[in-house]
């Protein structure tokens, strides 16, 4: 069955019964307004989908390390193995990393993993590299971004079926950059959310799974940008974000969910700083004081995609709406 044929235009598959949310049982539910976290049963669980090694630790690795401290089982999935990308660290840019760029980005990976305390998965598909030029070069053959949607989210699928996660976090239709896997990222992960319950999608891919709520970063957007951007420069500090701010265009998508993590900022660079041949020491991404970017903007953000359960915006938890379906 091509369960994606014409994907765009079909209905979404059926979720499952609100029902079936009494056998979840869930590690944490929400106790009063406080955001204090009570243990029961059995442990939530959050997928995060991603196009390359070190995605997840520049997006929302913050948040995904601090579900993990309290007791989330939290799954990352990494599509390709980022084996196109380039050097961006100097100090890595030697003969022997790049030639064997693959291995050494699957090591850094490992590293970052142990570091957020999270579990990972490889989807095994190929890095379709950056095109560029105009007009770009096609892509090449092989590549993530050339496979058909069915064959990556049957991959994707199986995977949502035997880690059976609550929520999904991925990126939406823009791929937060223009990047192919970025954008085939998004739509394999939206694909996954509407098909893994379907009894007739994917059928050998294992036994069907709703998860219950899908969204999408939202870790550079503009007001969150333009804080940092004047905090730095009433410090007197050059900001890395001016010439962004010049050029930005276009109204930025909704922010529906806060995630307060600054506690584990420290984790998320140091997940970040184990991409050796991605991030630079010396780089953008460290030109913000930690103490600065905590108390200007101590949280992760996220927009709410989809969601099978009841919840009141804006939130400060992913699993809102989960916890109490699994209190009743």
């Known amino acids: ?61 913050a948040t995904m390390a601090r579900y993990a401290a309290e007791g989330v089982d939290v799954v990352v999935v990494t599509l390709t193995g980022g084996e196109r990308g380039s050097i961006l660290n100097p100090a890595m840019d030697r003969p022997e990393i790049r030639a064997d760029i693959a291995a050494v980005r699957r090591a850094e990976m490992a590293e970052a993993e142990r570091i957020l305390g999270v579990r990972h998965h490889w989807l095994g598909f190929v890095d379709s590299g950056f095109p560029e030029g105009d007009p770009p070069p096609p892509l090449p053959d092989g590549c993530l971004a050339r496979e058909p949607l069915e064959v990556v989210t049957a991959a994707l ?66 007001d969150r940008v333009l804080a940092l951007h004047h905090a ?56 913000v004081p930690r103490d600065l970017e905590a108390a200007v903007w101590p949280t992760e953000d996220f927009e709410l995609a989809r969601s099978l359960v009841p919840t009141s915006l804006p939130e400060d938890d992913l699993f809102a709406g989960i916890r109490e379906e699994v209190r009743a």
């Not at 539910?29 to 059995?42: K, L, R, S």
């Not at 709703?210 to 870790?219: A, C, F, I, N, S």
């Not at 998508?253 to 020491?281: G, K, M």
Request: overall charge negative; charged content about 20%.
């Open 1 to 61: 069955m091509l369960c994606l044929s014409g994907y765009q235009a079909v209905p979404p598959c059926r979720p499952p019964a609100i029902r079936d949310l009494r056998a979840f049982r869930s590690a944490y539910v929400m106790a009063g307004a406080a955001a204090e976290w009570v243990p029961v049963t059995e442990q939530l669980r959050l997928m995060a989908v991603h196009a390359h090694p070190d995605d997840e630790s520049s997006k929302g690795a």
């Open 232 to 287: 730095m420069v009433a410090r007197g500090l050059p900001s890395p974000y001016a010439e962004r701010l010049d050029r930005w265009t276009g109204d930025d998508r909704p922010v529906t969910t806060r995630i307060a993590c600054a506690e584990y900022f420290s984790v998320r660079d140091a997940a970040l700083l184990a991409h050796a041949t991605q991030v630079d020491p010396n780089g953008s991404w460290f030109a």
């Open 157 to 222: 699928v199986a995977i949502v079926r035997a880690e059976r996660p609550h929520v999904l976090l991925t990126y939406d239709e823009t791929g937060g950059y223009p990047h192919p896997d970025h954008i085939m990222c998004h739509r394999v992960s939206v694909a996954a959310f509407e098909t893994a319950a379907d009894p007739e999608c994917f059928p050998d891919a294992g036994e069907p799974w709703q998860p219950l709520k899908l969204y999408y970063h939202r870790t550079f957007h503009r």
